[in-house]
């Protein structure tokens, strides 16, 4: 497969002190090795509960952004050295992934670091734990409506999202950070570091009628830009119609509790011209949450229904034992089930270069870096007309593991 | 069909000599063959799947025996759900090298078209190939053939964009006719 050029690349390990953690990007040739600080995400996880895991032991698992800053990034959910639990995950290690020797660790927050830098009015800043890795080495994937019957074209794929399906928090907000990175065996490719707006400030979208949308609230930032795509979230009518009051008397969880975030990003220049674009969906099974207005902070918590005299031991909660919380490790409602349909790759830049400069919304992209700007890469091609996407990644996964509860 | 085919080659029957031949006026055939057929180009699907394809010639004499004229051919397939087309057009030439014996040459010149969903290919077809004539009666013939067309340097379009350039398009086909010589 085509390597077009490495943007990054910072070895680490699950005890590797910070220091060793040594960046060859070009995306950060001129970046420090040692960190110059911590950023705004770094150091925000603290124990609660059962977890078992220090701060200071999460913190070891951090990486040094191009900007110098120190950000936390992928751990297991088991700590290897001292057995403790963070009661979190961040799905796939990376460090399987093709594309990890030239992308390296990802930083978690870069995106949401530079917001206000690069002249967004207001900070957004999301929680540690909604960060969510997965990717895919060799995915087929579809050519112009054709499958792969007649072209064949093989993609590395690295994601994440802050994709957090615990909390109201994307009720209403719609900018979360995400890191793409793709490289294809035709030429196409980029890595993408970005704030994108998914869907609506301040409404969601019903998981189970997309047709619905939902006010919320208000977004925080309030001035969030509206963006393509949708946070498909259940709601309440969702349980009610296929867990609660099924037609055939049969309770299926995994037909209401399905949260889909469809995004539809892209980098683009100064001028507006799209750079490359990308519309993968990230879709969570088991939230543990779903929208309703009855319950407070219009969380309802799906491990409740479980104690429904007609839903005890059915379908999602068989084995469920009486009394679990939300935020039990016991409930299986916490989002560790989870799966991107890829889609769309499209990149026009058959002039160059493949360095861009945007900022932390992937737009104003120009050739200079300029105060809050992200180094985002794109291969020099067009890919017009191929129209390569489709593939799905993870769906047989689940990241559950000893501790792991929501919030996750 | 191809049981057909196989006895076809295997009892030979009486061959058709150049004497017995008109060698003037009109001859025509149609033709129905298993065909198999690929793009090639570096992010080409390697695999070559099974079709059948339907061809019809039509033409005149230039010598007793050379056959010059025209063909169309149509042949498809389905990949994994979707279904690919070959189309074809050109002028043929069949030649009988030995006196007394069925066995002709082909070769055509033309073109070809490849299409699936919004997939498309255009480009000049070369056809070589040979087949058998089966004398049935009077100037009716049956016979096998096995051709394969090659048209190379072309443009993989889709929806009317050209992503692949440098595509080669290789089609194979064997199967039966009938005609009048």
Not at chain 1, 211 to 232: F, L
Not at chain 1, 265 to 289: C, E, I, K, T
Not at chain 2, 69 to 91: F, I, K, N
Request: hydrophobic fraction near 35%.
């Amino acid at each position: 497969m085509n390597r077009r050029r490495s943007w990054g690349s910072c070895a680490w390990g699950a005890l590797i002190a910070l220091a060793a953690c040594e960046s060859t990007d070009p995306m950060t040739t001129e970046a420090p090795v040692q960190a110059t600080g911590d950023a705004i995400a770094f150091g925000i996880w603290s124990p609660s509960g059962p977890d078992t895991c220090t701060p200071a032991i999460h913190d070891q698992y951090a990486t040094v952004g191009p900007d110098g800053l120190r950000y936390p990034t992928w751990h297991p959910a088991v700590d290897p050295a001292t057995g403790c639990t963070f009661g979190h995950e961040h799905g796939r290690d990376p460090s399987g992934s093709d594309l990890f020797g030239e992308v390296g660790a990802i930083p978690f927050g870069y995106a949401n670091q530079h917001l206000e830098e690069g002249g967004f009015g207001a900070p957004r800043n999301e929680d540690h734990v909604g960060h969510k890795i997965e990717w895919e080495n060799d995915l087929l994937m579809n050519v112009g409506g054709a499958g792969a019957a007649v072209l064949s074209i093989e993609c590395d794929v690295l994601v994440k999202l802050h994709q957090g399906t615990h909390s109201p928090d994307a009720y209403t907000n719609n900018l979360h950070e995400v890191a793409y990175h793709v490289r294809c065996s035709d030429g196409t490719g980029f890595s993408a570091t970005l704030l994108t707006p998914i869907g609506t400030p301040g409404e969601l979208v019903v998981g189970c009628d997309r047709e619905v949308h939902v006010p919320a609230g208000t977004a925080n930032p309030e001035i969030s830009p509206d963006g393509g795509g949708k946070r498909a979230i259940p709601d309440v009518r969702c349980l009610q119609e296929s867990v609660l009051s099924p037609e055939d008397g049969r309770p299926r969880f995994d037909r209401a509790l399905r949260e889909s975030w469809e995004i539809s990003a892209s980098l683009r220049r100064s001028d507006g011209r799209v750079l490359a674009a990308f519309n993968p969906y990230f879709q969570v099974m088991d939230p543990s949450r779903y929208y309703d207005t009855s319950a407070e902070r219009a969380l309802g918590r799906p491990i409740d229904l479980c104690y429904v005299p007609e839903l005890v031991g059915e379908d999602r909660c068989e084995g469920v034992a009486d009394g679990i919380s939300w935020d039990d490790p016991r409930s299986p409602f916490k989002g560790v089930r989870r799966f991107v349909d890829v889609n769309g790759n499209r990149v026009h830049n058959a002039d160059g270069p493949e360095v861009w400069y945007t900022n932390a919304l992937g737009r104003n992209g120009r050739t200079e870096p300029f105060p809050g700007a992200i180094r985002q890469w794109v291969a020099i091609r067009d890919n017009k007309g191929l129209d390569i996407g489709g593939g799905v990644i993870g769906r047989d996964r689940d990241y559950d593991a000893p501790g792991v509860r929501a919030p996750n | 069909m191809f049981f057909l085919a196989l006895i076809g080659i295997a009892v030979p029957g009486p061959a058709v000599s150049a004497q017995e031949r008109p060698g003037a006026g009109v001859w025509w055939t149609a033709s129905a063959a298993a065909h198999a057929s690929r793009l090639t180009c570096d992010l080409c699907e390697p695999g070559r799947d099974l079709g059948s394809a339907l061809g019809l010639g039509i033409g005149t004499y230039a010598a007793p025996n050379l056959r010059i004229g025209m063909d169309l051919g149509y042949a498809t397939g389905t990949d994994d759900g979707v279904r690919e087309s070959v189309l074809s057009a050109g002028l043929v030439a069949e030649i009988h090298p030995l006196e007394r014996r069925g066995l002709h040459l082909i070769g055509g010149l033309g073109w070809a078209g490849y299409r699936a969903e919004d997939f498309a290919y255009d480009g000049v077809r070369l056809r070589l190939g040979l087949g058998w004539d089966l004398r049935l009666a009077d100037t009716w013939v049956v016979g096998n053939r096995l051709t394969y067309d090659a048209s190379s340097f072309g443009s993989l379009k889709n929806e009317g964009e050209p992503v692949v350039r440098g595509v080669g398009l290789g089609t194979l086909q064997f199967g039966l006719y009938v005609g009048r010589r």
